[in-house]
Structure formats: structure tokens, C-alpha cells
T-cell receptor, first 115, second 110 residues
């Protein structure tokens, strides 16, 4: 069974802290994505990566960076957390063999609270 | 990227067929239509995808008219466990981007 795991289900941080959210997939997928989900706004794409060390900005990259040093791992970094980054963060992956890139496999999410 | 419009919420009763329609007037020639299901405190889960006409799998059917400006997800004989948020997306591999809107919150009543 395919699996995407995220390092934490719940996380509480203070304003100004550096925050790392980790995502690991065991499906040998080339493409990985980070979204945030907020009430009334749906899911919004922060960054995606289509290969190791490759990344592209999504719709809301401001305040975030990413790292992909290994194929199975995609990290989201909040350099200096702010209260408006309190949200649910979802990681997803797809295979490059998926011609449409439509079947994304999601992790369970990390609910981040910034105080 | 094509924007989608769906009803915010729907109620249904157990055993009924539920149809959720999504509007995507600006769909591009290369775009596919994809539906996801999301339960509380979980990530979305892929349900079905199509390009035109009708697609059916063990979970749902997807109806797409010839002009492709809308699509309808059909869930046969829903149960309480189908209570979830359903998202309609359009996109294609060229962009790697799919827009998840606010979805349709389906509540199945006993």
C-alpha cells in the first residue's frame, strides 16, 4: 500500500522560530508537493518539486522554502514562523508516469499552530 | 488555470444516489477533471478522473458533457461514511498545478 508520511500530526511553535516539516514517500515518486489548507480557502499550493534538488514556487511561496536532497523526502521550512502561518500543512506525491499528474497521494497532514 | 465552482454543501440520506456538479467554464483542451474526497483530519484521497464522456470505477461515476464545461460526480447509494468534503479539480501534466477549491461538504443523514 502506498504511503506518504509526515513527521508530526500536531506542532506548536512560537513566533520567530524556524520550523521544519518533513514528508517522506515510499512510492519512488518523482514529484512532491506542499499545500496548506485553511477554512474557506481550500488547499493552496506552496511549492512543488519534480526531481531531487529541483523546486518550483506554487501560488503562495512567500515565507516558505523547501529542500529536496533525496528523492523520497521533501521538507518545508518556515524560516521565521508567524501567526498567519498557523494552518494545516499537507504533503503529496505523484509519479512522473502519471500522464495527467492528477492522482496525488496525500499524507495525513500536520496541524501547525504558531503562538 | 481553469477555476472550478461547486456547491458549498449538500445533504443526502443513506441509500440515495448523490450527484455533485462542478462548473469549469475555462477548461483547456489538455485539462483533465479529477475528484478527491477528504475526511476530517486526513489528506484528500483520489476518487476518479476523466477527460470526456463517462468514467466509472468501484467507488463513483464521472459524467462529462461534450463541451466539458462542467462535470458531475455520482455516488451511488451513499452511506454515513461518505460524509466528507469533495473537491473537483482541473489541470494537466504540463503545469503540475491543480487548483483545489473549497469543495462541497456532503453530509449523509441516517
Amino acid at each position: 500500500d502506498v504511503k506518504v508520511t509526515q513527521s508530526s500530526r500536531y506542532l506548536v511553535k512560537r513566533t520567530g522560530e524556524k520550523v521544519f516539516l518533513e514528508c517522506v514517500q515510499d512510492m519512488d515518486h518523482e514529484n512532491m508537493f506542499w499545500y496548506r489548507q485553511d477554512p474557506g480557502l481550500g488547499l493552496r499550493l506552496i511549492y512543488f518539486s519534480y526531481d531531487v534538488k529541483m523546486k518550483e514556487k506554487g501560488d503562495i511561496p512567500e515565507g516558505y522554502s523547501v529542500s529536496r536532497e533525496k528523492k523520497e523526502r521533501f521538507s518545508l521550512i518556515l524560516e521565521s514562523a508567524s501567526t498567519n502561518q498557523t494552518s494545516m500543512y499537507l504533503c503529496a506525491s505523484t509519479s512522473a508516469q502519471d500522464r495527467t499528474q492528477g492522482e496525488q497521494f496525500f499524507g495525513p497532514g500536520t496541524r501547525l499552530t504558531v503562538l | 488555470l481553469a477555476k472550478t465552482t461547486q456547491p458549498i454543501s449538500m445533504d443526502s440520506y443513506e441509500g440515495q444516489e448523490v450527484n455533485i456538479t462542478c462548473s469549469h467554464n475555462n477548461i483547456a483542451t489538455n485539462d483533465y477533471i479529477t475528484w478527491y474526497q477528504q475526511f476530517p483530519s486526513q489528506g484528500p484521497r483520489f476518487i476518479i478522473q476523466g477527460y470526456k464522456t463517462k468514467v466509472t470505477n468501484e467507488v463513483a461515476s464521472l459524467f462529462i458533457p461534450a463541451d466539458r464545461k462542467s462535470s458531475t460526480l455520482s455516488l451511488p447509494r451513499v452511506s454515513l461514511s461518505d460524509t466528507a468534503v469533495y473537491y473537483c479539480l482541473v489541470g494537466n501534466s504540463g503545469t503540475y498545478k491543480y487548483i483545489f477549491g473549497t469543495g462541497t461538504r456532503l453530509k449523509v443523514l441516517a
